[in-house]
Each structure stands twice: as C-alpha cells, then as structure tokens.
C-alpha cells in the first residue's frame, strides 16, 4: 500500500497520536493494534520510522524528548518507564513480527535505506517552519505547568537535520496537535502545501486536531 492511501497520520509520529486516544492498553499492546491496523498496513512505515531514529546519531535523551513531546507527557528522566531506545527495539521487533506474518516465506526484511538525499530542500523548508515557531513551540512545551519538556525545539532540529526532514515535519505536526498550539492559517496553508510535496494524505495534516486561528 502506498503510504499516500494511509488516511491516517503513519508510522513513528502516527504510533504517537494512538497514546492520546486509547487508554485501556499498555504501551507494548498499543505498538501490537497500530502495527495490525488496517490487514499490517501500519506496520512498514513504523518499522521503517523506529529503524531510522534507532540508527541514528541522536541521543537518547533526544530521542526521549521527542516522544514525550509528541505524546504530551511531562519528561522526568530519572522517572522515565524505559529507555528510548529500548522502547525503538520493541516497536522493530513488533513490526517485524507483523510484516513476517504476511510474507512468512521471508526471513530477510528489506533493509531501511538512508534518507534520501533529494529530500534537501524539503529539509530546509521543514526546518525554516519549526524555527520561524521556536518561541511559542518552547513556551507551550518546557514551560507548560504539568506537562513540561525542555529542548524539544533543538531536539527537531537535529531529527530534520540529521535524520530525516519527512518524519521531523510529522513530529513537529504532532507536538502542535498534543499541545493544542495555535497556528495561522499561512502556516496553516504551508504545512499543506509541505504535506503534499512529502507524499501525505490530506488527512495527516488536516485530521481535526490542528488549531487554526482565523483572522
């Protein structure tokens, strides 16, 4: 399936959104129903998300930082319930285990390539958006009273700069979403424009949850 018939916000940032509406499961079982979505449909975008962040040169304090900004959960490190790159482990793990349940023939999955390289001046347009809203995206995430997350603008800037600018705009996206941060409609209009140019459905941007002031 082309991730474009994916109506629903994919892989690693879209993993975030179903821990903000379903709460009757446990992480791991969370990871078990979003790679079964729609026949395994889930499961190759969000292996090859997980993947991606797992070999990458971040950290894992970053990467911690950015599923708790996504997911709208206040970063205590020495309270975390498990490590990041644990966590990025188990969602492989859960994914390949889906994704072979189809293709039980196949021992060896296709590996996940680098990002490509074509994808630059889409990195500089992913990167000139969460900068131009660096102020308001670091007061309504390191400030918020129950809910704070230090570095969360630093720490998307490394993930579209050193890893890649497709999953760092679903991110940025998502961290809007969860903290209910007020956008224009200009911004509003380029993240579509953004959105379509990285292959989306129109729902991974506009799923409802995006506040859009009017004029």
């Known amino acids: ?37 729609g026949e395994g449909a889930y499961a190759p975008t969000l292996r090859e998300d997980a993947v991606r962040l797992l070999e990458s040169p971040l950290p894992t304090r970053v990467i911690d930082i950015l599923w708790c900004a996504a997911v709208r959960s206040e970063f205590v490190p020495d309270e975390r319930w498990i490590d990041g790159r644990d966590w990025l482990r188990q969602i492989v793990d859960v994914c390949e285990e889906r994704i072979r349940r189809d293709e039980p023939r196949s021992h060896d999955l296709a590996p996940v390539t680098p ?44 993930l579209v700069t050193e890893v890649d600018p497709d999953l760092g705009f679903r991110l940025f996206l998502r961290v809007l979403k969860a ?11 380029r993240y579509r424009e953004l959105g379509e140019r990285f292959g989306y459905h129109e729902l991974v941007v506009d799923d409802g949850t995006l506040q859009v002031m009017p004029r």
């Open 115 to 158: 990002c490509d390289p074509d994808l630059g001046d889409l990195k500089d347009a992913v990167l000139a958006e969460v900068r131009a809203f660096a102020p308001e995206l670091a007061r309504a995430t390191a400030d918020h009273p129950y809910l704070s997350v230090p570095d969360v603008v630093p720490a998307l800037e490394r």
């Open 179 to 189: 903290y209910l941060i007020c956008i224009s409609e200009s911004q509003h209009l």
């Open 1 to 37: 399936m082309d991730r474009k018939d994916v109506w629903i916000d994919f892989g690693f940032s879209g993993l975030t959104k179903w821990f903000g509406s379903l709460f009757e499961f446990t992480p791991l079982e969370l990871v078990v129903a979003a790679a079964d979505w």
